[in-house]
């Protein structure tokens, strides 16, 4: 099942003043803050999330409704192209 949800976290989240988080904030209904059990981890400059089995590994964010999904994920896909690699993965459950 294709899902519209999008868990973020870091300068993506609400109040930061970056270009994507702006445009996240303008075309996703903001859900609530949430969190995901996982382990961030330094990619080159940025943190990259890789889930976790171990309940205390939590990485707290917050959760959005894309409202133009495909669209959107194209955007964060030239921003972020690990992250479309990580799209062929199972869902992944994030607790708001």
Do not use: W
């Amino acid at each position: 099942m294709t899902s519209d949800l999008l868990f973020v976290y870091g300068t993506l989240m609400r109040g930061f003043d970056h270009p994507m988080a702006k445009l996240l904030a303008g075309n996703a209904e903001f859900l609530g803050p949430a969190q995901c059990r996982g382990r961030l981890y330094l990619v080159k400059h940025y943190p990259g999330l890789v889930v976790s089995d171990d309940p205390a590994d939590i990485v707290h964010g917050e959760l959005f409704r894309l409202r133009e999904r495909e669209a959107m994920l194209r955007e964060f896909d030239m921003y972020e192209p690990a992250a479309r690699a990580s799209r062929n993965r199972p869902n992944i459950s994030a607790r708001c």
